[in-house]
Protein backbone atom coordinates (compact mmCIF):
# COMPACT_ATOMS: atom_id res chain seq x y z
CA UNK A 1 0.00 0.00 0.00
CA UNK A 2 1.10 3.41 -0.80
CA UNK A 3 -0.45 6.71 1.21
CA UNK A 4 -0.74 9.48 -0.90
CA UNK A 5 -2.01 12.66 -0.52
CA UNK A 6 -5.62 13.78 -1.57
CA UNK A 7 -4.91 17.52 -1.58
CA UNK A 8 -2.47 17.26 -3.93
CA UNK A 9 -4.39 14.65 -5.76
CA UNK A 10 -7.65 16.83 -5.89
CA UNK A 11 -5.00 20.20 -7.17
CA UNK A 12 -4.19 17.57 -10.23
CA UNK A 13 -7.17 16.93 -11.32
CA UNK A 14 -8.59 20.84 -10.71
CA UNK A 15 -10.00 20.93 -14.48
CA UNK A 16 -13.13 23.09 -15.45
CA UNK A 17 -16.44 21.50 -14.60
CA UNK A 18 -17.20 20.84 -18.52
CA UNK A 19 -13.87 19.01 -19.29
CA UNK A 20 -14.09 15.03 -19.17
CA UNK A 21 -11.99 13.51 -17.13
CA UNK A 22 -10.50 10.31 -19.13
CA UNK A 23 -9.87 6.83 -16.68
CA UNK A 24 -5.82 7.61 -18.21
CA UNK A 25 -5.84 11.02 -16.40
CA UNK A 26 -6.77 10.03 -13.23
CA UNK A 27 -4.28 6.98 -13.19
CA UNK A 28 -1.49 9.52 -14.24
CA UNK A 29 -2.24 12.04 -11.26
CA UNK A 30 -2.38 8.78 -8.78
CA UNK A 31 0.66 7.16 -9.71
CA UNK A 32 2.11 10.71 -9.79
CA UNK A 33 0.44 11.57 -6.14
CA UNK A 34 3.72 11.78 -3.94
CA UNK A 35 3.81 9.20 -0.79
CA UNK A 36 3.40 10.71 2.28
CA UNK A 37 5.34 9.12 5.64
CA UNK A 38 2.67 7.72 8.01
CA UNK A 39 2.25 4.89 10.60
CA UNK A 40 -0.55 2.81 11.57
CA UNK A 41 -2.44 3.85 14.35
CA UNK A 42 -2.70 1.05 17.25
CA UNK A 43 -6.07 1.23 18.80
CA UNK A 44 -5.96 -0.77 22.43
CA UNK A 45 -7.70 -0.27 25.83
CA UNK A 46 -6.23 -0.13 29.42
CA UNK A 47 -7.76 -3.27 31.03
CA UNK A 48 -8.16 -2.45 35.02
CA UNK A 49 -6.93 -5.40 37.43
CA UNK A 50 -7.24 -3.17 40.89
CA UNK A 51 -4.75 -0.63 40.36
CA UNK A 52 -2.88 -2.04 37.94
CA UNK A 53 -3.79 -1.37 33.97
CA UNK A 54 -2.71 -3.57 31.20
CA UNK A 55 -2.44 -2.77 27.62
CA UNK A 56 -4.78 -5.04 25.80
CA UNK A 57 -2.49 -5.30 22.68
CA UNK A 58 0.78 -6.00 24.08
CA UNK A 59 0.02 -7.02 27.70
CA UNK A 60 2.43 -4.09 29.21
CA UNK A 61 1.66 -2.86 32.90
CA UNK A 62 1.01 0.29 34.54
CA UNK A 63 0.39 1.21 37.88
CA UNK A 64 -2.25 3.83 38.36
CA UNK A 65 -4.47 5.11 41.62
CA UNK A 66 -6.63 7.53 39.87
CA UNK A 67 -8.16 7.41 36.39
CA UNK A 68 -7.65 10.77 35.93
CA UNK A 69 -4.12 10.30 35.56
CA UNK A 70 -4.73 7.36 33.09
CA UNK A 71 -6.79 9.78 31.08
CA UNK A 72 -4.21 12.50 31.36
CA UNK A 73 -0.99 10.68 31.32
CA UNK A 74 -1.10 7.16 29.72
CA UNK A 75 -2.93 8.03 26.52
CA UNK A 76 -0.46 5.97 24.53
CA UNK A 77 1.05 2.49 25.82
CA UNK A 78 5.03 2.85 26.90
CA UNK A 79 5.80 -0.26 25.09
CA UNK A 80 3.99 -0.41 22.39
CA UNK A 81 2.48 3.00 21.55
CA UNK A 82 -0.99 1.70 20.96
CA UNK A 83 -3.28 4.93 21.03
CA UNK A 84 -5.88 4.14 24.26
CA UNK A 85 -9.30 4.59 24.01
CA UNK A 86 -10.87 5.91 26.96
ZN1 LIG B 1 0.85 -1.82 24.52
Redesign the pocket.
Known amino acids: MRLIDADTLKKAFDFDDDEELEVAVIHYGIDHSPTVDAVPV?H?EWEQDEALYH??????TILCHDRMDLAEYHR???????MMSM
Do not use: K, P, S, V
Request: hydrophobic fraction near 20%.
Open positions: IACTHCRHYCGRCGA
